[in-house]
């Protein structure tokens, strides 16, 4: 009979508990979108895992960086116990994004926390660049981002600058020591993707601080 008695009360835990955490896991990617900082935080000190994934395999921090929820953002960034270097399946991550945004608070609390500002291919500063946000360049330089980082094709900073980014961007990557000379895998270099974007003042950027470069002849 106690026997009984004892399997009918984990049953009944089970029960009550199973359906306690389905309804933490739904309000807490809910309360990420609407950027709700407290419920999230509440349900954190309730000993939610801040390391869930939402069904689509996507970790909580970087649904909160992508929407953008920048409360819910800074609550999973603070709590000690949040990677916050999950990678998605093409490899992006957290600082990424954000620095895709052009978010520099949030940048710097991610790279506080160990956010990894160089990797293989793709980069924080890849991102940056992309959007011409000065700020972000400058941040991820200071913190050491290599400025000719290559992407899977060879693609670098300078080249998404020149391409998508801004001519100011260009200016100061270029400023920074890029090097406008490197070609991707399909042989172009960053005047090349200025010139098919139609970017003409970052063509001519790039064409005078090559020229720049170049030794003066002797008279």
Do not use: C
């Amino acid at each position: 009979m106690i026997k009984y008695m004892k399997y009918f009360i984990y049953l009944f835990v089970f029960i009550a508990f199973f359906p306690a955490k389905a309804g933490s896991y739904e309000d807490y990617f809910v309360a990420i979108k609407q950027d709700d900082s407290r419920t999230v935080e509440s349900l954190l000190k309730r000993g939610f895992d801040p390391n869930a994934r939402d069904p689509k395999g996507v970790h909580g921090l970087f649904v909160a960086v992508s929407e953008p929820s920048p409360k819910v953002a800074g609550v999973l960034i603070d709590w000690p116990k949040t990677d916050v270097e999950p990678r998605t399946k093409e490899d992006e991550s957290p600082l990424m994004i954000v620095a895709l945004k052009g978010d520099l608070e949030l940048a710097r609390r991610l790279v506080a926390r160990g956010a990894h500002v160089n990797k293989t291919g793709w980069t924080a500063l890849h991102y940056a660049a992309t959007n011409g946000h000065l700020t972000l360049i400058r941040f991820l330089l200071e913190q050491n981002a290599y400025i000719d980082a290559e992407a899977p094709s060879g693609t670098t900073p300078l080249m998404m600058a020149a391409h998508y980014g801004t001519p100011e961007a260009v200016k100061l990557l270029l400023d920074e020591g890029a090097d406008p000379m490197l070609k991707n895998l399909q042989g172009l270099t960053a005047i090349d993707f200025a010139n098919r974007a139609n970017r003409k003042e970052s063509s001519e950027l790039i064409a005078a601080f090559i020229r720049s470069r170049q030794p003066r002849g002797k008279w």
